[in-house]
């Protein structure tokens, strides 16, 4: 049981992940006191296509609440605001009462999308006079434009016309439950900017892209600030969750901004590393990070008038576990890390290209595949684990010089999330980005600092973000040691990931 002692009235945060719902309780000394974790699966029927449960997020968030009660009793009566950060570019189908359209959604990943039903060539498409160039130049939408809910409504109404004509919403995930909470519909800047609809000039939906996507205005839920209220704990909802109800819930935010908010994002040129199951560089700017060769992908901030904007590796976290259940399944992930200091820098000439779910635009696609390059019959799995770890740090180090060249930022960089807890990986990165790496205790929970800071700001305890860098008071460094022993390495990377990139099929959903 968490003693809460005399603490001051905290906020219940939530962040809806990809793999589960993460719960936590926060005073406003930006201290952490419990957290929790509910996962839900995700479903794949067909290449391409990756589906969840709305109703499993609902469960999700009702039983992780109800763990955090178990745990910190005294917090019920203590909760004085509730925030949401949220995985994006939700497509949520709801009828005209709001009801769900369909029981599954599909989730980021999802490239069901029909960008040839909504842009054209260079001149646009037929219904509009936008390309999909322009149309990232508008909205900086980096990732493929098949995975945004823009283009995912023209394969709804293609797939299914018959739900598609009981469709009168498409929600995101985060906003989703924040109507399950209160019975309110809307969405905030930063998950707005993943819809595909967003223009980042006018911080609104584009008339013109709408009706290039023969969407009404009113498709997506109205655009309020992160800290806004938008209504109270119902009473079914708080049975569902075990509080009282009339707590206020806030707008929150899209996940890469919370996470950002969370992760000292929240200062010009701020710069930040997610390592998880995908990984990314993110820079915080008053401006959004446009190139329209490397493709960084822009969400507007939880904090008005700023922008996050980010280049990434879709398959980091999740190469090293295929790796791992390929060549040791039931061992502790620690262990397989700690194999490839049993090899040399370079991997005994053995590169690993992290593309396995397929690449941002700047790796060649959502069709480019990974591989191991350079296999030799003196190869051993120490040499593969440490080609995986090196090329999951050659890509993100390709990430971040862009990033820092395109935003201008000389920023000390933190590194965040479970793949900063490897003393070995961590002393990779830093040899391989040549740069001190920052590590903070926040760790894994800087979405649901992000949220709590929403909430917090939105009741007035707090009266700026940046007070959310105070959890972040003790910061460990790991500076490079060996930095000139990968330069072979780098280019045969290089090599490698031209050479794969290459072979990307040219169908965008390969069996």
């Known amino acids: 049981?968490?003693?809460?002692?005399?603490?001051?009235?905290?906020?219940?945060?939530?962040?809806?992940?990809?793999?589960?719902?993460?719960?936590?309780?926060?005073?406003?000394?930006?201290?952490?006191?419990?957290?929790?974790?509910?996962?839900?699966?995700?479903?794949?029927?067909?290449?391409?296509?990756?589906?969840?449960?709305?109703?499993?997020?609902?469960?999700?968030?009702?039983?992780?609440?109800?763990?955090?009660?178990?745990?910190?009793?005294?917090a019920r009566?203590?909760?004085?605001?509730?925030?949401?950060?949220?995985?994006?570019?939700?497509?949520?189908?709801?009828?005209?009462?709001?009801?769900?359209?369909?029981?599954?959604?599909?989730?980021w990943s999802d490239t069901r999308g029909r960008p040839d039903a909504v842009f054209g060539g260079a001149s646009g498409s037929a219904r509009g006079n936008v390309s999909e160039a322009e149309w990232y130049r508008r909205t900086g939408n980096g990732f493929g434009a098949a995975l945004y809910p823009l283009t995912k409504a023209a394969a709804f109404r293609a797939d299914d016309p018959d739900a598609w004509a009981r469709t009168r919403h498409l929600v995101g995930s985060k906003d989703w439950i924040n109507l399950r909470l209160t019975g309110e519909l809307a969405t905030d800047p930063s998950m707005a900017s993943?819809?595909?609809?967003?223009?980042?000039?006018?911080?609104?939906?584009?008339?013109?892209?709408?009706?290039?996507?023969?969407?009404?205005?009113?498709?997506?839920?109205?655009?309020?600030?992160?800290?806004?209220r938008v209504g109270a704990l119902t009473r079914e909802a708080a049975a569902a969750l075990g509080l009282p109800s009339g707590i206020p819930v806030f707008a929150g935010a899209v996940d890469n901004a919370a996470m950002a908010l969370g992760s000292r994002g929240t200062a010009e040129g701020r710069i930040y590393a997610a390592l998880g199951s995908s990984s990314w560089i993110t820079v915080t700017s008053a401006?959004?990070?446009?190139?329209?060769?490397?493709?960084?992908y822009v969400f507007a901030h939880a904090i008005p008038g700023m922008f996050v904007s980010a280049l990434s590796t879709f398959s980091s976290g999740t190469s090293l576990?295929?790796?791992?259940?390929?060549?040791?399944?039931?061992?502790?992930?620690?262990?397989?890390?700690?194999?490839?200091?049993?090899?040399?820098?370079?991997?005994?000439?053995?590169?690993?290209?992290p593309t396995l779910a397929g690449g941002t635009p700047l790796e060649g696609g959502s069709g480019a595949r990974g591989g191991f390059t350079g296999l030799h019959l003196g190869a051993g799995p120490a040499d593969l684990v440490r080609a995986c770890l090196e090329?999951?740090?050659?890509?993100?180090?390709?990430?971040?010089?862009?990033?820092?060249?395109?935003?201008?930022?000389?920023?000390?960089?933190?590194?965040?999330?479970?793949?900063?807890?490897?003393?070995?990986?961590?002393?990779?990165?830093?040899?391989?980005?040549?740069?001190?790496?920052?590590?903070?205790?926040?760790?894994?929970?800087?979405?649901?600092?992000?949220?709590?800071?929403?909430?917090?700001?939105?009741?007035?305890?707090?009266?700026?973000?940046?007070?959310?860098?105070?959890?972040?008071?003790?910061?460990?460094?790991?500076?490079?040691?060996?930095?000139?022993?990968?330069a072979r390495a780098r280019e045969r990377f290089d090599a490698a990931a031209s050479a794969l990139a290459s072979l990307t099929p040219t169908q965008e959903n390969p069996t």
């Open 1 to 74: 049981m968490t003693d809460l002692g005399t603490s001051p009235d905290l906020v219940l945060a939530y962040d809806l992940g990809t793999g589960g719902c993460k719960a936590s309780l926060w005073t406003p000394a930006a201290t952490m006191l419990a957290e929790t974790v509910v996962p839900y699966p995700t479903t794949h029927p067909a290449p391409g296509r990756n589906e969840q449960r709305p109703a499993d997020w609902w469960d999700a968030v009702a039983a992780s609440t109800r763990r955090l009660l178990e745990r910190a009793p005294d």
């Open 391 to 486: 090329g999951i740090a050659f890509s993100l180090d390709r990430s971040l010089a862009l990033m820092r060249e395109l935003s201008g930022s000389h920023e000390p960089l933190l590194i965040t999330g479970g793949g900063s807890r490897s003393p070995l990986w961590n002393g990779i990165y830093a040899d391989i980005l040549r740069s001190p790496l920052q590590r903070s205790a926040v760790d894994q929970q800087a979405a649901t600092l992000g949220a709590a800071t929403i909430a917090l700001v939105g009741l007035g305890i707090w009266d700026d973000y940046a007070r959310a860098d105070a959890a972040h008071a003790r910061l460990d460094e790991i500076v490079p040691t060996a930095p000139g022993s990968y």
């Open 77 to 107: 009566d203590r909760i004085s605001g509730i925030a949401l950060s949220g995985q994006s570019l939700g497509a949520v189908q709801l009828d005209e009462r709001s009801e769900l359209v369909s029981p599954t959604t599909p989730i």
């Open 321 to 353: 576990e295929w790796l791992h259940a390929t060549l040791a399944p039931g061992t502790a992930t620690a262990a397989i890390i700690d194999l490839a200091a049993d090899s040399a820098p370079g991997a005994r000439g053995v590169s690993f290209v």
């Open 287 to 296: 401006r959004p990070v446009i190139d329209e060769n490397a493709r960084p």
């Open 194 to 228: 993943g819809s595909g609809a967003y223009d980042l000039a006018t911080g609104g939906y584009d008339d013109e892209l709408l009706a290039a996507a023969e969407l009404p205005r009113d498709v997506f839920p109205r655009i309020v600030p992160s800290s806004e």
